[in-house]
């Protein structure tokens, strides 16, 4: 069963745990504004928002209703455009929209609305960059960015109170009032009952697991949703190490990670889109498995560790001993991820390089994801942990080429020897996405632009970099 707020009220549904919240506004509820495009994620024409209770207000964010399973709703408010409209007349977003000659082919329409309906609530001035990664998960086959950028702007510089502000504390109460979801809300309740029925599938944002519905028409008869559990959503600091739930949104985790490595939160930019970000976790990035997912090449430089449990017994693991196998990895029957733990850098002079190589500079996945953590006192290599995503089966370090390193000076002859041991540590493949000897002399190339970056910091070596 699950229990939402929509237009007022509150909604009770018995539907199919794999039931994806668009298939529900779409067939069940005759609510076809909501469109779908790609089904993927990647288009945003599905775009819906959700309101949920954060201390005593509400807090608004963006998702793709094509990858949201109907259990993540419980217990929230769910917004969709046909809600924006109010006595007889358009939300002033729609209004903006509408003056600024935003809408061309009209399908994609509803997304952006949401998604400029979303950045409003955030209450935060306008800006052309925060605004673009507001906006980064729709898109616009007419290309009529330039007056859907001039809307964002109108809204964000003259913000209007409107029905949702009047109403936040009577629908606080309505959300308050609704019943106690059927899935797990503690850990303890977790671990017992996936021990119980561990051949179900743990759904914490979905964002990858939904396609084995949207693209390949599976069913998925046994799901677990970790929407509902506050401590797997908690993120912490302590003077050794981040600790990351595994089920925290990747939004909430970009502010931490930017502060303590600024590189991992560039690439967190790159990381999909607003609407991704929102709903995917590190948990389920690192427990698919994937060997193009861009956490694992991070978070295996920056030395992480997996706080596993099964039952009532934990087990803390190095990530570089997690991944066994392409979509193998060593958590047993019943056991699953409930923290990543990344080591803090208590040296200055340890430094990561983050580089990410893809066919679009956002919003797509790696061909190749190279991460480096470096550290060169008087000129000799004295740390180096390298990883790869999309160059072996899994996620991987390059031992080799970390070995040519260490004890030798950090100079070009030292580095042409390591690029030659990435020989040994990869053997990649030929896909639709890279060949096999692009991959390899793209690895090459990042570990020599890692070397240009910390001699010569003055050089300006990025796409990203201005002058």
């Given at each position: 069963?699950?229990?939402?707020?929509?237009?007022?009220?509150?909604?009770?549904?018995n539907?199919?745990?794999?039931?994806t919240?668009?298939?529900?506004?779409?067939?069940?509820?005759?609510?076809?504004?909501?469109?779908?495009?790609?089904?993927?994620?990647?288009?945003?024409a599905?775009?819906?928002?959700?309101?949920?209770?954060?201390?005593?207000?509400?807090?608004?964010?963006?998702?793709?209703?094509?990858?949201?399973?109907?259990?993540?709703?419980?217990?929230?408010?769910?917004?969709?455009?046909?809600?924006?409209?109010?006595?007889?007349?358009?939300?002033?977003?729609q209004?903006?929209?509408a003056?600024?000659?935003?809408?061309?082919?009209?399908?994609?329409?509803?997304?952006?609305?949401?998604?400029?309906?979303?950045?409003?609530?955030?209450?935060?001035?306008?800006?052309?960059?925060?605004?673009?990664?507001?906006?980064?998960?729709n898109?616009?086959?007419?290309?009529?960015?330039?007056?859907?950028?001039?809307?964002?702007?109108?809204?964000?510089?003259?913000?209007?109170?409107?029905?949702?502000?009047?109403?936040?504390?009577?629908?606080?109460?309505?959300?308050?009032?609704?019943?106690?979801?059927?899935?797990?809300?503690?850990?303890?309740?977790?671990?017992?009952?996936?021990?119980?029925?561990?051949?179900?599938?743990?759904?914490?944002?979905?964002?990858?697991l939904?396609?084995?519905?949207?693209?390949?028409?599976?069913?998925?008869?046994?799901?677990?949703?970790?929407?509902?559990?506050?401590?797997?959503?908690?993120?912490?600091?302590?003077?050794q190490?981040?600790?990351?739930?595994?089920?925290?949104?990747?939004?909430?985790?970009?502010?931490?990670?930017?502060?303590?490595?600024?590189?991992?939160?560039?690439?967190?930019?790159?990381?999909?889109?607003?609407?991704?970000?929102?709903?995917?976790?590190?948990?389920?990035?690192?427990?698919?498995?994937?060997?193009?997912?861009?956490?694992?090449?991070?978070?295996?430089?920056?030395?992480?560790?997996?706080?596993?449990?099964c039952?009532?017994?934990?087990?803390?693991?190095?990530?570089?001993?997690?991944?066994?196998?392409?979509?193998?990895?060593?958590?047993q029957?019943?056991?699953?991820?409930?923290?990543?733990r990344?080591?803090?850098?208590?040296?200055?002079?340890?430094?990561?390089?983050?580089?990410?190589?893809?066919?679009?500079?956002?919003?797509?996945?790696?061909?190749?994801?190279?991460?480096?953590?470096?550290?060169?006192?008087?000129?000799?290599?004295?740390?180096?942990?390298?990883?790869?995503?999309?160059m072996?089966?899994?996620?991987?370090?390059?031992t080799?080429?970390?070995?040519?390193?260490?004890?030798?000076?950090?100079?070009?002859?030292?580095?042409?020897?390591?690029?030659?041991?990435?020989?040994?540590?990869?053997?990649?493949?030929?896909?639709?996405?890279?060949?096999?000897?692009?991959?390899?002399?793209?690895?090459?190339?990042?570990?020599?632009?890692?070397?240009?970056?910390?001699?010569?910091?003055?050089?300006?070596?990025?796409?990203?970099?201005?002058?």
């Open positions: 069963m699950t229990q939402f707020l929509m237009n007022g009220r509150i909604q009770t549904e539907l199919p745990d794999d039931t919240v668009l298939q529900y506004l779409r067939r069940d509820a005759g609510r076809c504004g909501t469109k779908e495009g790609c089904a993927s994620g990647d288009c945003g599905c775009t819906v928002v959700l309101a949920e209770k954060e201390g005593d207000r509400l807090k608004y964010t963006t998702v793709n209703a094509c990858l949201t399973f109907m259990p993540a709703i419980h217990g929230k408010q769910l917004i969709t455009v046909e809600d924006l409209k109010h006595r007889g007349e358009l939300h002033h977003v209004q903006a929209m003056d600024n000659h935003a809408s061309q082919c009209g399908f994609c329409t509803p997304g952006f609305v949401m998604s400029l309906f979303a950045l409003e609530k955030q209450q935060q001035a306008f800006s052309v960059e925060h605004t673009q990664h507001a906006l980064s998960g898109l616009c086959r007419c290309t009529g960015y330039r007056p859907i950028m001039a809307a964002a702007q109108a809204v964000c510089e003259a913000p209007q109170a409107d029905q949702f502000d009047a109403d936040a504390q009577q629908t606080l109460e309505k959300l308050r009032a609704i019943s106690a979801t059927d899935q797990p809300v503690s850990m303890d309740e977790l671990a017992a009952r996936y021990l119980a029925e561990p051949d179900a599938r743990l759904v914490a944002g979905g964002t990858d939904a396609l084995e519905v949207t693209q390949r028409y599976q069913r998925l008869p046994k799901l677990i949703s970790l929407s509902h559990i506050p401590e797997l959503k908690m993120i912490t600091l302590t003077g190490a981040i600790h990351i739930g595994a089920a925290a949104p990747l939004s909430d985790c970009m502010p931490v990670l930017h502060d303590e490595f600024p590189e991992f939160g560039e690439l967190l930019e790159r990381f999909a889109s607003q609407q991704i970000r929102n709903q995917g976790t590190f948990g389920g990035n690192i427990a698919n498995g994937s060997p193009i997912g861009d956490g694992g090449p991070v978070l295996l430089a920056l030395g992480a560790s997996l706080l596993l449990r039952g009532a017994a934990q087990r803390e693991l190095p990530l570089d001993e997690f991944f066994l196998g392409y979509r193998k990895t060593a958590l029957p019943g056991e699953f991820i409930e923290q990543i990344i080591p803090r850098v208590t040296s200055e002079a340890r430094q990561l390089r983050v580089y990410k190589v893809s066919k679009r500079l956002e919003d797509d996945i790696s061909a190749v994801c190279a991460a480096l953590q470096i550290e060169v006192r008087d000129g000799v290599v004295v740390h180096a942990r390298i990883a790869f995503g999309g072996a089966e899994v996620a991987k370090r390059a080799h080429c970390e070995a040519q390193l260490l004890g030798q000076p950090w100079q070009t002859a030292t580095l042409e020897r390591a690029c030659q041991a990435l020989e040994k540590d990869f053997t990649p493949i030929t896909d639709f996405r890279a060949s096999r000897e692009y991959r390899m002399q793209v690895a090459k190339n990042l570990l020599r632009r890692c070397h240009i970056e910390l001699t010569s910091p003055e050089t300006l070596m990025r796409v990203t970099h201005y002058v």
